[in-house]
């Protein structure tokens, strides 16, 4: 629920959110689309390959927009993770989101697939597997540039 219950310099009414009256969850819901977007896109361009993944929301680096993590439990099972920064939610729009969902995605086919970059750098094979699912790695995300 919104209620005005400020004024502006201007008098105009300022809305204030009250979260607890409206019952808003905003992780829950995130999250559900992100998971949704990821079951997708694993089945549309990763033919279901992927395993089951994790995806959490961490901004601990400004200039990242996501990053792609596995890690071994105790049993041995590996425990997939994909993060997305929210800080860049505010600024770039849902497109620019689900092209990261995307290119972490990438990273995470070829650590089940490939062979990763030393460090986990973008190398040829994650080139050639980001452009065969339709993305450009680039400043622009777009092909040449």
Known sequence: MVR????????KPCADLDIAAAKLRPSKVTLRALQTA?????????GGTLPRCLITLQGLNKRSFGHCLS???????????????????AYDPM??????????????????????????????EWVAKMKEIGLYPSATN???G
């Open 95 to 124: 497109r620019e989101t689900l092209a990261t969902l995307g290119h972490e995605m990438a990273h995470l086919w070829q650590h089940q697939f490939g062979t990763p970059g030393r460090g986990n750098y973008h190398n040829r």
């Open 142 to 144: 777009a092909a040449g």
């Open 71 to 89: 890690r071994w439990n105790r049993d041995g099972r590996a425990i997939h993770e994909i993060g997305i920064n929210p800080l860049h939610f």
């Open 38 to 46: 990821y079951d997708h896109f694993n089945r549309e361009l990763f």
């Open 4 to 11: 005005p219950t400020k004024r502006t310099k201007n008098n």
